[in-house]
């Protein structure tokens, strides 16, 4: 089966770094993105790991490890404008299709 | 340039009545793929079109059904309306078939079935 774990709520403080990590059982893998959503409005894409390593955008950082099937998501000098859901989402092949398959989401909440 | 718009915000249906959901990509982008959001949930797959073409369905039943056009918008059409098909209906559009660029989503349709 496809299965994404990852930690169902964070708290951290203005200015922190928070990490939040996936761990996934997918077949088809072709990759892992990263999306935050405010309450009510749509995923955005933050992040996408194609490769083992990290990848850095800004204030948000991404690491995949294909072999331990893990990655997770670094979120450096947090705001509170940064408190959302985030996913993670494996990119898969399934037959003849692309599709995204995501995780239950980790709710963030930054407090002053 | 507009991102992917989707129509309507928010739709309250009855049980057992039928709804349509459309959804307009990002200009250029020829790939369309549905997903729905139950609260507290992550988005689930249900399409891919990509060309006018189906190219991938979820585990979703029969009374979901989805198409595109030749200007690569896209509708969804749920039958029959159950309780249980309350959620945030997603569309995501992305510039080519597999998606290695990205995918770009709506802010999607709240659909209520009472």
């Known amino acids: 089966g496809q299965s994404l774990e990852q930690p169902s709520e964070v708290t951290a403080v203005e200015g922190a770094i928070v990490q939040i990590n996936c761990t996934y059982q997918t077949s088809g893998f072709y990759g892992l993105s990263w999306y935050q959503q405010h309450d009510g409005g749509a995923p955005t894409f933050l992040s996408y790991n194609g490769l083992d390593g990290l990848e850095e955008t800004g204030r948000f950082s991404s690491f995949l490890s294909r072999s331990d099937s893990y990655g997770y998501l670094l979120l450096q000098e947090l705001q509170m404008k940064d408190s959302a859901s985030y996913f993670c989402a494996v990119r898969a092949r399934m037959d003849s299709s692309y599709k995204l398959i995501f995780g239950s989401g980790t709710r963030l909440l930054v407090r002053p | 340039d507009a991102g992917v718009t989707q129509s309507p915000t928010h739709l309250i249906k009855t049980r057992g009545q039928h709804v349509t959901l459309r959804c307009s990509p990002i200009s250029g982008h020829k790939s369309v793929s549905w997903y729905q959001q139950v609260l507290g949930q992550g988005p689930q797959f249900i399409f891919q079109y990509y060309e006018k073409e189906e190219r991938g369905r979820g585990n979703f039943p029969d009374r979901f059904s989805a198409r595109q056009f030749p200007n690569y918008s896209s509708e969804l059409n749920v039958n029959a309306l159950l309780l249980g098909d309350s959620a945030l209906y997603l569309c995501?559009?992305?510039?080519?078939?597999?998606?290695?660029?990205?995918?770009?989503f709506g802010s999607g349709t709240r659909l209520t079935v009472v």
């Open positions: 995501a559009s992305t510039s080519e078939f597999t998606g290695s660029y990205g995918y770009t």
